[in-house]
């Protein structure tokens, strides 16, 4: 077992494009796993190629993140970036996934935070946004696979789409909310489906008390677990670009608030993990 599991990062990004396999090994040395996640047809093949070189402690996540449905400006702090509309196709993803080191559907979800100001655009993208995501929940329950949920601003239309759901369907879907900055109250809805929360580097320098309840009451074996690398680099890194080594600062944070030891976070969360991607 490895002493942690960094469960979304994107080393399959650009801004490793010189130094991915460098950034990988300097991780798998240190005994870090890791899930690169991919957010639309090229990045979610390169998580699968880049998963591939490693025998052990490399794995992937393939799908269509909600920004990539329309053409838009992201301009995140560490890496602004463009993107250009992209469409669903079913077949390309199913067949990427088929592979024994894809481990998850997603990232995939909902994105309000950075729709457009045209009142029409915006209903209308919401709209394509809601089909989308039923369409990677219906290919993840086919292949028996866990779902990435992103979720920007739309938290109650997700779990509209979940409540609605047949009991049958809802009992075969298997979800982590990725980069969870919600309060308690919104998380114990999630939790009450039976998902998981995973916590990233933002918990090491928010200031927010609503997320640090968040941190301290969601059962422990409900917790994963990430650093979104290039994004959202962790304290004492801010102000570089964020790796998956540095999840270890997550988990220090996570035992800090919780007022446990490392070694019981990295424990259970690296469990928590291997259970519910079925790493192998």
């Known amino acids: 077992m490895p002493k942690l599991i960094d469960t979304h990062c994107h080393v399959n990004f650009n801004a490793y494009k010189d130094d991915s396999d460098e950034v990988v090994k300097r991780t798998l040395k240190e005994d870090v796993w890791m899930i690169s996640v991919g957010s639309q047809a090229s990045t979610s093949a390169r998580a699968v190629k880049i998963s591939k070189k490693y025998k052990v402690g490399v794995f992937a996540a393939v799908g269509l993140h909600p920004l990539h449905l329309w053409e838009s400006y992201v301009d995140e702090v560490e890496i602004p970036f463009k993107t250009k509309p992209e469409k669903f196709n079913k077949n390309f993803y199913e067949k990427l996934a088929k592979n024994q080191k894809v481990v998850a559907i997603g990232e995939t979800g909902l994105d309000y935070y950075h ?52 009991p049958r369907k809802q009992g075969t879907t298997r979800a982590v909310v990725h980069c969870f900055t919600e309060d308690w109250k919104t998380a114990k809805k999630y939790l009450d489906l039976g998902f998981l929360i995973s916590f990233t580097g933002i918990i090491t320098f928010s200031k927010d008390e609503k997320m640090r309840e968040v941190v301290e009451k969601t059962p422990i074996e409900k917790i994963m677990i990430e650093t979104d690398a290039p994004y959202l680099t962790p304290e004492p890194h ?30 259970q969360t690296t469990k928590n993990a291997i259970e519910f991607f079925g790493l192998k």
């Not at 369409?135 to 779902?147: G, I, K």
């Open 115 to 166: 729709l457009p100001k045209d009142k029409k655009e915006v209903a209308k993208l919401k709209i394509k946004q809601k089909k989308i995501f039923q369409e990677h929940l219906d290919l993840a329950r086919e292949l028996n696979l866990p779902v990435i949920i992103h979720c920007r601003d739309a938290h109650d239309d997700i779990l509209k789409i979940f409540e609605s759901l047949s």
């Open 238 to 267: 801010r102000g570089k670009r964020n790796e998956p080594l540095y999840v270890r600062h997550v988990a220090e944070k996570v035992a800090e608030i919780r007022g446990v030891s490392f070694e019981e976070i990295a424990k």
